[in-house]
Every structure is written in structure tokens, then in C-alpha cells.
């Protein structure tokens, strides 16, 4: 996991005066040619375990769905905070997600995680970007991951290439409603690796233009398709549109219903029905 060093790097950039000292201050117009790789990479059943809980899902011997996101999280925040990125890592909008699983993952492989910057392009609110990850086990490709961020500024109506779980309809809520804890931020940083100080406290998600802290969004996916593991097959693409940020503490309604090749699933506000995340699994 990311330590602290690389994290006070990825913060720097967002702190006026410091954004405009050499070596700090973001300038390019281009993503960086690199690839950073971990080899051999083993997973810890007691970190397993602690994230399988705390994002729902069922007790078993492979790894839930989403976690190999926490493997390759420590290279995204590399690349991210590399000088070479145009970019400062505090501030960009994780906008979409999609991941293929193409089979369940023993919890006792050795894995191989690659991950690189791609796909600058035009979006209406500013410019978008995709980080691309791939898990290999011996050779084999196993999992591989699209996230897409957003950097705000002058925007475009040029097309986005986003992800086609962006204009999905919203699942209504199947009557289960989830109360959040003001502390979920920091319970899942200490799992992820991921203190983005938006997630952590009012104080410091205030700084960044929230009335609180906000609950992270590869937190609500994991939540989501935790309650739909046990229905999902071993070969299976989950692609989610992060909507709006999830305040904390709070609560949420989450929703899914069957389709002809999959589910759809959501969360909303229980009282409005306005949705945080929309997203849809499809057998790969």
C-alpha cells in the first residue's frame, strides 16, 4: 500500500503557493509514455479479510471482486504523482469505472499488476483520462481494469468515450437502505491505502469544497457488487458512473434488478431517489 511520502507528494501540487514551486507545479499537456509493473505480488488473507468485511462481501478462498484494485492503487498514485504527469493527483474526479474478471482469483496466486496512463481526451467540464491496470497470474490474464478521471477546467462537447454504464436507467431500490458512519473514509484509507484527505474528515474535505467528508467511490462499487457476488459468474465485466459524492456519515439505497445478461444496480438517496452510482454487470 501507498506509504505516506508518496501521499504528502500527491497532496503538494493542490496546496496554493506550493503548486507553483519547480518540480511541483503541473504544466503538461500530454500523458506520460510509462507502464509500472509489481511482480511476484503476494495478497495478505488478513488484508483480504478485513476488506471483504468492511465492503460486504461473502467469506470464501478467492479474492472479492474488486481487490485486485487495491494492488495496483500504489502504482495509479505513482504514475499520478510522477512530474511528468500533467496533472495533480488531489482534486481529479474519479468519474468511471469498469473491471473484467475473467476467473476468480485464489487468494494464494502470486500476481503480476501492470498499470499505465492512456486515452487523454476532451470532456465537457474539462479533460479525461483513463488509468489501465492488467493482473496477469503465470502468463495468464486474469483481471484488468478501466478507471477514468476527470480534470476540471475549460471543457469541450467532443465526445467523452465513456463507459456504457454512464446512461444506464437507475435501478430502484430493492428496500435495502445502508447507514454510512462518519469514520467509513478513514476505516476504508486504512484498508485501501487511499487518504485522500476528502474522504477522511470535515475539516479537511472542507479545503477541497465539501460540506463533509465523502465516502470513497471504489469504496461504493465494492459495496455494491459484494451484494451481488454470490449471483455473479466467474467471467463477468462490472462497469459504474460515479454520479455524486456519498456525504458522511449518511445513508444510501441500494438497488438492482436482472437483466438479459446481468444486473443492473444503483445507489441513491432514500429519500429522493437521486442516484450516487449507477453501474451493470455482464457476463464477459
Known amino acids: 500500500m501507498p506509504g505516506l511520502p508518496l501521499m504528502v507528494k500527491a497532496a503538494l501540487p493542490a496546496v496554493p503557493g506550493v503548486n507553483l514551486?519547480?518540480?511541483?507545479?503541473?504544466t503538461g499537456t500530454a500523458l506520460p509514455e510509462m507502464s509500472l509493473v509489481r511482480h511476484d505480488v503476494p495478497t495478505d488473507v488478513d488484508h483480504?479479510?478485513?476488506y471483504a468485511a468492511l465492503c460486504g462481501f461473502p467469506r470464501q478462498d478467492?479474492?472479492?471482486?474488486t481487490y485486485p484494485h487495491l494492488l495496483a492503487f500504489g502504482l495509479h498514485l505513482e504514475i499520478m504523482t510522477d512530474a511528468s504527469f500533467p496533472f495533480p493527483?488531489?482534486?481529479?474526479?474519479h468519474l468511471e469505472n469498469?473491471?473484467?474478471q475473467h476467473r476468480r482469483i485464489a487468494a494464494t496466486e502470486r500476481l503480476q499488476v501492470t498499470?499505465?496512463?492512456?486515452h487523454l481526451r476532451p470532456h465537457p467540464k474539462g479533460r479525461a483520462f483513463d488509468l489501465l491496470t492488467t493482473v496477469h497470474s503465470a502468463g495468464e490474464l486474469v483481471w484488468e481494469e478501466t478507471s477514468t478521471f476527470l480534470r476540471r477546467g475549460a471543457g469541450s462537447e467532443a465526445p467523452t468515450g465513456s463507459t456504457?454504464?454512464?446512461d444506464e436507467p437507475v435501478a430502484a431500490s430493492s428496500g435495502l437502505a445502508w447507514q454510512l458512519p462518519g469514520?467509513?473514509?478513514r476505516r476504508y484509507a486504512a484498508v485501501s491505502g487511499d487518504h485522500n484527505p476528502i474522504h477522511l474528515y470535515g475539516l479537511t474535505a472542507k479545503a477541497f469544497g465539501f460540506p463533509r467528508q465523502i465516502a470513497h467511490g471504489m469504496w461504493s462499487l465494492a459495496r455494491c457488487v459484494g451484494a451481488l457476488e454470490n449471483r455473479l459468474p466467474d467471467l463477468v465485466r462490472v462497469d459504474v458512473a460515479f454520479k455524486r459524492p456519498i456525504l458522511l456519515p449518511g445513508s444510501v439505497a441500494f438497488g438492482s434488478r436482472p437483466t438479459d445478461d446481468g444486473y443492473d444496480f444503483s445507489l441513491t438517496t432514500p429519500r429522493t431517489g437521486v442516484p450516487h452510482l449507477v453501474g451493470r454487470t455482464v457476463t464477459a
Do not use: E, K, N
Not at 514551486?21 to 503541473?26: D, E, H, I
Not at 498499470?115 to 492512456?118: E, V
Open 164 to 166: 456504457r454504464a454512464s
Open 21 to 26: 514551486l519547480p518540480g511541483v507545479r503541473r
Open 98 to 100: 469498469s473491471i473484467t
Open 62 to 65: 478467492t479474492l472479492p471482486l
Open 183 to 185: 469514520d467509513l473514509g
Open 48 to 50: 483480504v479479510t478485513a
Open 89 to 93: 493527483a488531489i482534486g481529479t474526479v
Open 115 to 118: 498499470a499505465r496512463p492512456a
